[in-house]
């Protein structure tokens, strides 16, 4: 299968769920290929679950006070704070049988390109259902990636994020948690299950160094896939301006559970 | 606002807002870090739980004649998790 490959770099929340909508609608219109997009948040950005209420996971005011991002995303799973990172997106058409059909397989094969990215680091890690990518360090396992899923219109989405560097006070900072009395020890233990990919290797990782890793990775995982660099159609572009304007920058979608 | 929190066992964080009107419910939320797909059935499911009885029995068989009829695969929810978590909100 040949994918077309975008790296659309830094982006606002607003616009980056709105590209991956929009590539979703033109691949089920058959006017775009199969795709697979490597991004990151600029500013900052925290992204919701499509089950979760916003004012009840993120402290709004902390995020316009260090200027950060909120969108909910059209999948379902955790809040994320999407601070250094790399981003990736895959959209594959279910009826191309390329990605397995049941969801927790399909999972298995798209993070597989993680797996392999990590590899290619020198990092053994490991899927754990449904979502969540571990690595061990001192024999601690740690979650370095979480991804989540949606099928519409006959096209698999899966994103996900692979952490490079982890703020774990930060994040905590613009998530609100159940109790704050129990705040501390959730920060510790975040602190101890959470990893970036240059704390696991000790060293400075870019995103861009990522990045071409991970299309390394999936390019292995993909097997008998090609990648094509491409841009953005012209349609893609209108649509995801009218999306991220008209649905991801609104309180109507980003608060509407 | 009634609020309760469930975290199901080798599941997701479920959180249920609830507003009742006598014995019935008036406004429900299943909200949570869980999946669903497709992800617009949840909101289907919640309208149709709208004036069922508090009843364990009741929601449950409702919840299941919804799922049967509006297929949906949950990941980190289940049924009897949604339904225990209403009636804890009470």
């Known amino acids: 299968m040949n994918f077309r490959l975008l790296q659309t770099g830094r982006l606002p929340a607003r616009e980056n769920m709105a590209i991956d909508e929009a590539v979703l609608n033109n691949i089920a219109d058959g006017k775009s290929p199969p795709t697979i997009r490597f991004y990151g948040w600029q500013p900052s950005a925290i992204s919701i679950g499509y089950f979760q209420c916003m004012e009840e996971e993120v402290d709004l ?122 705040k501390g020890k959730l920060i510790e233990d975040v602190k101890q299950r959470v990893t970036g990919l240059s704390d696991a290797l000790n060293r400075e990782v870019t995103f861009e160094e990522a990045e071409q890793v991970f299309i390394k990775g999936f390019l292995e995982a993909f097997t008998g896939a090609q990648f094509s660099k491409g841009v953005l159609t012209q349609e893609e572009k209108s649509q995801a301006e009218k999306l991220a304007a008209e649905k991801y920058g609104t309180d109507e979608w980003n608060k509407k559970r | 606002m009634r609020k309760a929190l469930y975290k199901v066992p080798n599941g997701k964080l479920l959180k249920i807002f609830l507003e009742t009107t006598g014995e019935k419910i008036s406004y429900l939320r299943i909200s949570g870090d869980f999946f669903a797909h497709p992800e617009e059935n949840i909101e289907k499911l919640e309208a149709s739980l709208i004036n069922e009885k508090l009843d364990a029995n009741a929601l449950t068989a409702k919840m299941e004649l919804f799922l049967k009829e509006n297929p949906t695969i949950l990941f980190g929810v289940d049924t009897p998790s949604i339904v225990s978590t209403i009636l804890n909100a009470i």
């Open chain 1, 61 to 182: 005011s902390a995020c316009a006070k260090l200027g950060v991002d909120y969108v909910r995303r059209i999948t379902g799973g955790g809040a994320v704070f999407h601070n250094e990172e790399l981003t990736y997106s895959v959209h594959i058409p279910v009826s191309a049988n390329f990605a397995p059909n049941g969801i927790l397989e399909s999972y298995k094969f798209i993070c597989g390109g993680i797996i392999n990215g990590l590899k290619n680091f020198g990092i053994t890690a490991q899927f754990v259902p449904l979502n969540d990518i571990i690595v061990h360090i001192n024999n601690m396992p740690k979650k370095i990636s979480g991804n989540a899923q949606t099928r519409k219109r006959g096209i698999i989405l899966q994103h996900g994020t692979i952490l490079l560097k982890v703020d774990v006070d930060k994040m905590f900072s613009l998530l609100k948690v159940p109790s704050e009395k129990l």
